[in-house]
Structure formats: C-alpha cells, structure tokens
C-alpha cells in the first residue's frame, strides 16, 4: 500500500488546516486509517483513527473536539484530517498510516504502511 500525504503548511494560531492522505494498491475499505505526528525532539504520537466498516473514530485527548477523521471509500480512496482551532502546541509533522482493519490502534507499530510526512507549523 502506498501512502502520500498531502496539504500541510504554515498556519496561524486558532485557524484551520486539512490534510489529506491518498492510498493505492489494496482495497481501501478494508484498511484502517490513521493520523500520527512528531514535534521536533519527541517521539511520534497517535492523534486520530477511523476503521472503516463501524465509522469508528479515536482521538487523543490533545485533540478531541479540534481535530476530525475522515475517509472516501467510495470515490477517491482517501483519508482526511480536519484540524480545526489550531494552536503552536500541534507544530509537528504529520503522518498518515494505514493498517487491515478491523479495529484501530494507537500503536505506531500496528501500522503497516506509512507516509512521509508533512509539515504543520502553526505560528503568528
């Protein structure tokens, strides 16, 4: 599976962002979707997931209530994440991972396939 994200950039504090997350190579339905980032100097950190069949969705607590998951299996294969309320706090790149569902995982070692990343830097 392949897996490029996209639609990262330099934004600033409490406006919005989407990024979007194209894949190709096996059946989109069945892969559980997800969104990972790392801030210069830390480890790389869950921030949202969507499996597929159940539209079940899960958020880190940093995260919940700003950011929204979603996915088009239908048409284009791809996932998105709506960053809403952005804060320098969520500066990182982001990283968008898939899996075989059923189910998500906040493990970066679940994930099979990865991006490479795209910047987000939230600044004024």
């Known amino acids: 599976v392949d897996v490029v994200e996209s639609g990262g950039g330099l934004v600033q504090p409490g406006h919005s962002l989407i990024l979007s997350c194209a894949t190709s190579?096996?059946?989109?339905?069945?892969?559980?979707m997800a969104w990972f980032r790392q801030a210069p100097g830390k480890e790389r950190e869950f921030v949202a997931a969507?499996?597929?069949?159940?539209?079940?969705?899960?958020y880190a607590d940093s995260v919940k209530a700003r950011f929204t998951i979603s996915r088009d299996n239908a048409n284009k294969k791809m996932a998105y994440l709506r960053m809403n309320s952005l804060k320098p706090e969520d500066t990182a790149v982001y990283f968008c991972?898939?899996?075989?569902?059923?189910?998500?995982?906040?493990?970066?070692?679940?994930?099979?396939?990865w991006g490479q990343g795209t910047q987000v830097t939230v600044s004024s």
């Open positions: 991972a898939a899996m075989p569902g059923p189910g998500w995982s906040r493990e970066t070692g679940h994930y099979s396939w």
């Open positions: 969507l499996w597929s069949e159940a539209d079940d969705t899960a």
């Open positions: 190579g096996q059946t989109f339905s069945t892969l559980t």
